[in-house]
T-cell receptor
Framework: SAVISQKPSRDICQRGTSLTIQCQVDSQVTMMFWYRQQPGQSLTLIATANQGSEATYESGFVIDKFPISRPNLTFSTLTVSNMSPEDSSIYLC??????????????FGSGTQLSVL | EDQVTQSPEALRLQEGESSSLNCSYTVSGLRGLFWYRQDPGKGPEFLFTLYSAGEEKEKERLKATLTKKESFLHITAPKPEDSATYLCAVQAPLNAGGTSYGKLTFGQGTILTVHP
C-alpha cells in the first residue's frame, strides 16, 4: 500500500489567514483526493486532483476557498484560504491504487488537524 | 444522491463477544463498498472492498459481507485492540466526465469499544 505523508499534522491559525497542507506519496498515483472530517462527523470529499489538469470540486466547495495544486504524480497541496472558525476540521489526503484508474483500494494520510481561532 | 447509514452509532462488547456492524446504502449505481478502520487522531485504514452481492472477505477477526442493500462487518471474538471507529463508504461509478471515479461517500461510522 502507498505511504502517505501529510504536513503539518496539526496547526492553530488565526481567522483571516491561510494554511497550505502538503501531501507526499512514496509512489506515483494517478488520482489524489482531499477530504474534510468535521468534529463528530464523517468524511466529506472536497475535490479530486489529477496531475496535469484542474482539480474537480464537489458541491459546496470552491477553488477560491480551497485552491489545490498537483504538480506531479507524488505530491499535492490543499490551501484553506481566509479561514474562519467554521473551517476547524481534520483535512485528509487520499490516494488511489498506483497508476490504475480503477481505485480498487483508496488509502488515507494521517490527516491535518486544523483549529481556527 | 448516494446515502450511507451505519448502525449502531456505538457498540460496547466484552472481549470474546462476537457481533456485527451494519451499513445500509442507497446508491444510483454501486461500484464498490469500502470498509475502513479509524483510530483516534489517525486517518482511515483500508480494510476491504466488496463489489457484488454475496461477496465475502476476511481479515483476521473481521469478515465483511455484501447484499444489494447493505453490508455487514462481523467481528469474531474481538480483542481490546479492535476498539476503533469503523467506517463504511460506497464508491460512485465512473461518470461521463470521469471525475467521480474513486469518490467515496461515507457513513457516520460505528464506534466500537471492546472491554477486557
Amino acid at each position: 500500500s502507498a505511504v502517505i505523508s501529510q504536513k503539518p499534522s496539526r496547526d492553530i491559525c488565526q481567522r483571516g489567514t491561510s494554511l497550505t497542507i502538503q501531501c507526499q506519496v512514496d509512489s506515483q498515483v494517478t488520482m489524489m483526493f482531499w477530504y474534510r472530517q468535521q468534529p463528530g462527523q464523517s468524511l466529506t470529499l472536497i475535490a479530486t486532483a489529477n496531475q496535469g489538469s484542474e482539480a474537480t470540486y464537489e458541491s459546496g466547495f470552491v477553488i477560491d476557498k480551497f485552491p489545490i495544486s498537483r504538480p506531479n504524480l507524488t505530491f499535492s497541496t490543499l490551501t484553506v484560504s481566509n479561514m474562519s472558525p467554521e473551517d476547524s476540521s481534520i483535512y485528509l489526503c487520499s490516494v488511489g491504487d498506483g497508476l490504475s484508474s480503477t481505485n480498487e483500494k483508496l488509502f488515507f494520510g494521517s490527516g491535518t488537524q486544523l483549529s481556527v481561532l | 444522491e448516494d446515502q450511507v447509514t451505519q448502525s449502531p452509532e456505538a457498540l460496547r462488547l466484552q472481549e470474546g463477544e462476537s457481533s456485527s456492524l451494519n451499513c445500509s446504502y442507497t446508491v444510483s449505481g454501486l461500484r464498490g463498498l469500502f470498509w475502513y478502520r479509524q483510530d483516534p487522531g489517525k486517518g482511515p485504514e483500508f480494510l476491504f472492498t466488496l463489489y457484488s452481492a454475496g461477496e465475502e472477505k476476511e481479515k483476521e477477526r473481521l469478515k465483511a459481507t455484501l447484499t444489494k442493500k447493505e453490508s455487514f462487518l462481523h467481528i469474531t471474538a474481538p480483542k481490546p485492540e479492535d476498539s476503533a471507529t469503523y467506517l463504511c463508504a460506497v464508491q460512485a461509478p465512473l461518470n461521463a466526465g470521469g471525475t467521480s471515479y474513486g469518490k467515496l461517500t461515507f457513513g457516520q461510522g460505528t464506534i466500537l469499544t471492546v472491554h477486557p
